[in-house]
Nanobody
Framework: QVQLVESGGGLVQPGGSLRLSCEVPRSDFSLYTMGWYRQAQGKQRVMVAT???????NYADSGKGRFTISRDGARSTVYLQMNSVKSENTAVYYC???????????WGRGILVTVSS
Protein backbone atom coordinates (compact mmCIF):
# COMPACT_ATOMS: atom_id res chain seq x y z
CA GLN A 1 0.00 0.00 0.00
CA VAL A 2 1.33 3.41 -0.98
CA GLN A 3 0.98 6.19 1.56
CA LEU A 4 0.47 9.73 0.37
CA VAL A 5 1.07 12.13 3.23
CA GLU A 6 -0.44 15.59 2.82
CA SER A 7 0.45 18.69 4.79
CA GLY A 8 0.15 22.46 4.65
CA GLY A 9 -3.57 23.01 4.87
CA GLY A 10 -5.38 25.33 7.22
CA LEU A 11 -7.04 28.71 7.35
CA VAL A 12 -6.06 31.42 4.90
CA GLN A 13 -7.60 34.80 4.15
CA PRO A 14 -9.04 35.63 0.75
CA GLY A 15 -6.27 36.84 -1.51
CA GLY A 16 -3.65 35.01 0.50
CA SER A 17 -1.37 32.11 -0.37
CA LEU A 18 -0.92 28.57 0.81
CA ARG A 19 1.29 25.68 -0.20
CA LEU A 20 0.19 22.10 0.07
CA SER A 21 2.71 19.28 0.14
CA CYS A 22 2.30 15.58 -0.50
CA GLU A 23 5.11 13.19 0.25
CA VAL A 24 5.27 9.80 -1.41
CA PRO A 25 7.97 7.95 0.49
CA ARG A 26 8.85 5.51 -2.26
CA SER A 27 11.95 5.02 -4.34
CA ASP A 28 9.85 4.77 -7.53
CA PHE A 29 8.23 8.20 -7.08
CA SER A 30 9.41 9.15 -10.58
CA LEU A 31 7.05 6.55 -12.03
CA TYR A 32 3.95 8.29 -10.67
CA THR A 33 1.73 10.83 -12.29
CA MET A 34 0.71 13.06 -9.41
CA GLY A 35 -2.17 15.41 -8.84
CA TRP A 36 -4.34 17.37 -6.49
CA TYR A 37 -8.10 17.09 -6.30
CA ARG A 38 -10.56 18.91 -4.09
CA GLN A 39 -13.97 18.17 -2.70
CA ALA A 40 -16.13 20.93 -1.34
CA GLN A 41 -18.87 20.08 1.11
CA GLY A 42 -21.79 18.49 -0.68
CA LYS A 43 -20.01 18.39 -4.02
CA GLN A 44 -18.10 15.87 -6.07
CA ARG A 45 -14.35 15.53 -6.03
CA VAL A 46 -12.79 17.42 -8.93
CA MET A 47 -9.34 17.78 -10.39
CA VAL A 48 -7.32 20.84 -9.44
CA ALA A 49 -4.00 20.10 -11.13
CA THR A 50 -1.85 17.23 -12.32
CA UNK A 51 1.81 16.80 -13.16
CA UNK A 52 3.16 13.98 -15.28
CA UNK A 53 6.32 11.99 -14.75
CA UNK A 54 8.19 14.38 -17.02
CA UNK A 55 6.72 17.53 -15.50
CA UNK A 56 3.90 18.29 -17.89
CA UNK A 57 1.20 20.12 -15.97
CA ASN A 58 -2.54 20.39 -16.39
CA TYR A 59 -4.90 22.68 -14.50
CA ALA A 60 -8.58 23.09 -14.01
CA ASP A 61 -9.78 26.41 -15.40
CA SER A 62 -10.58 27.65 -11.91
CA GLY A 63 -6.94 27.52 -10.88
CA LYS A 64 -5.13 28.62 -14.01
CA GLY A 65 -2.86 31.55 -13.35
CA ARG A 66 -3.23 31.23 -9.58
CA PHE A 67 -2.19 27.67 -8.72
CA THR A 68 1.07 25.94 -9.53
CA ILE A 69 1.75 22.24 -9.20
CA SER A 70 5.32 21.00 -9.04
CA ARG A 71 7.24 17.92 -8.06
CA ASP A 72 10.58 17.37 -6.36
CA GLY A 73 12.07 14.00 -7.14
CA ALA A 74 14.80 14.29 -4.53
CA ARG A 75 12.15 14.72 -1.83
CA SER A 76 9.54 12.46 -3.46
CA THR A 77 7.10 15.28 -2.93
CA VAL A 78 4.50 17.09 -4.98
CA TYR A 79 3.39 20.62 -4.16
CA LEU A 80 0.42 22.81 -4.87
CA GLN A 81 1.14 26.50 -4.54
CA MET A 82 -2.14 28.36 -4.19
CA ASN A 83 -2.09 32.13 -4.68
CA SER A 84 -4.87 34.71 -4.64
CA VAL A 85 -7.17 32.20 -3.01
CA LYS A 86 -10.91 32.71 -3.00
CA SER A 87 -13.65 31.57 -0.68
CA GLU A 88 -14.76 29.06 -3.30
CA ASN A 89 -11.39 27.33 -2.94
CA THR A 90 -12.50 26.10 0.48
CA ALA A 91 -12.48 22.32 0.31
CA VAL A 92 -10.72 19.16 1.37
CA TYR A 93 -7.74 18.69 -0.92
CA TYR A 94 -6.59 15.22 -1.83
CA CYS A 95 -3.24 14.13 -3.16
CA UNK A 96 -3.44 11.59 -5.97
CA UNK A 97 -0.89 9.30 -7.51
CA UNK A 98 -1.08 6.88 -10.41
CA UNK A 99 1.66 4.40 -11.20
CA UNK A 100 2.69 4.59 -14.85
CA UNK A 101 3.42 0.89 -15.25
CA UNK A 102 0.89 -0.84 -13.04
CA UNK A 103 -1.81 1.82 -13.52
CA UNK A 104 -2.73 1.63 -9.86
CA UNK A 105 -4.17 4.70 -8.16
CA UNK A 106 -3.64 6.01 -4.67
CA TRP A 107 -5.20 8.78 -2.63
CA GLY A 108 -4.14 10.69 0.41
CA ARG A 109 -6.49 11.12 3.34
CA GLY A 110 -7.21 14.71 2.44
CA ILE A 111 -6.38 18.02 4.04
CA LEU A 112 -8.74 20.87 4.75
CA VAL A 113 -8.20 24.30 3.26
CA THR A 114 -10.49 27.04 4.52
CA VAL A 115 -10.49 30.44 2.87
CA SER A 116 -12.14 32.93 5.15
CA SER A 117 -11.60 36.33 6.69
Amino acid sequence: QVQLVESGGGLVQPGGSLRLSCEVPRSDFSLYTMGWYRQAQGKQRVMVATVSRVGTTNYADSGKGRFTISRDGARSTVYLQMNSVKSENTAVYYCYGRHAIYDTEYWGRGILVTVSS
